[in-house]
């Protein structure tokens, strides 16, 4: 496999990361673990969709987690993604906020499902672009 093939099927292991956050979060809000780690696992679900995006075109980016800072690159690209910066900036503060010890707040189970919503969406619409 060339090089060029190769770097063009990096998306698929991004988006195949965001599927295994995705399923532990599904489980999560179940019931079955925290509400911060469910909405950590939000923000990593979208963070991964939108680094598929940048990877499938061809795009590099920083090692970087602020998702506004990666949902401005998608937008240098296609410009309807400025529709998503109400869910980025909600995720981000989300990966900050529950990484730390005294400084995040306790999460509910609707921050949870709010944050899931996001992620969702933010996966939803990377998909359609990479058909």
Same mark, same amino acid.
């Given at each position: 496999?060339?090089?060029?093939? +190769?770097? *063009? *099927?990096?998306?698929?292991?991004? !988006?195949?990361?965001?599927?295994?956050?995705?399923?532990?979060?599904?489980? !999560?809000? +179940? @019931? +079955? @673990?925290?509400?911060?780690t469910a909405c950590f696992l939000s923000q990593q679900m979208a963070e991964k969709y939108l680094k598929s995006f940048l990877t499938y075109h061809e795009q590099e980016f920083p090692k970087i987690h602020h998702l506004e800072r990666l949902l401005d690159m998608c937008q240098g690209i296609q410009e309807s993604f400025k529709d998503l910066r109400k869910e980025a900036v909600l995720l981000s503060e989300y990966y900050i906020e529950t990484r730390y010890p005294g400084d995040f707040p306790e999460f509910s189970w609707k921050d949870a499902k709010i944050g899931y919503v996001a992620a969702q969406r933010i996966k939803e619409y990377v998909e359609q672009f990479l058909k």
């Open positions: 496999m060339s090089v060029k093939a +190769k770097k *063009n *099927n990096l998306y698929k292991e991004w !988006i195949r990361k965001a599927q295994e956050d995705e399923l532990s979060l599904r489980v !999560i809000l +179940k @019931g +079955k @673990g925290s509400p911060s």
